[in-house]
């Protein structure tokens, strides 16, 4: 039995002050269109019937997304460390034991900031 989603959905809201959206500029568009493509090949899986160019186009705006989320990521748990965060604090935002946090965090400062990190942090331009 399939049902049918009644409810009318125009389009997906993400909340974003005007001052967050001009901070980003078009990457505000760019992570959208990735989410949004990503949301469809999630429906497209879970529908079943997606094409191998479905598929390959879900995989590469994942791929996208996600360096971008990693990116991001990296960068707060650097500036984290570097404003005196503490491993316990970190492991609770990161669902993780504060052992693994604390390799983790360690692993990541020793290495120099990867391109989405200063993308992440607009240091890159």
Do not use: C, F
């Not at 993400?14 to 980003?24: E, F, G, M, N, Y």
Request: charged fraction near 20%; aromatic fraction near 2%.
């Amino acid at each position: 039995m399939t049902t049918e989603h009644t409810d009318p959905v125009s389009d997906l809201t993400i909340p974003l002050s005007t001052a967050d959206a001009q901070t980003l500029g078009d990457d505000v568009g760019q992570m959208a269109m990735q989410l949004g493509a990503v949301l469809h090949g999630l429906a497209q899986l879970r529908a079943g019937g997606a094409s191998t160019e479905d598929l390959a186009t879900t995989i590469l705006m994942s791929n996208g997304l996600m360096n971008r989320l990693e990116g991001i990521r990296n960068a707060a748990v650097r500036q984290h460390a570097a404003q005196g965060g503490s491993y316990g604090a970190l492991a609770t935002s990161m669902g993780v034991t504060r052992a693994t946090a604390q390799y983790r965090r360690d692993a990541l400062v020793k290495k120099d900031p990867s391109g989405m990190e200063k993308w992440a942090t607009g240091s890159n331009s």
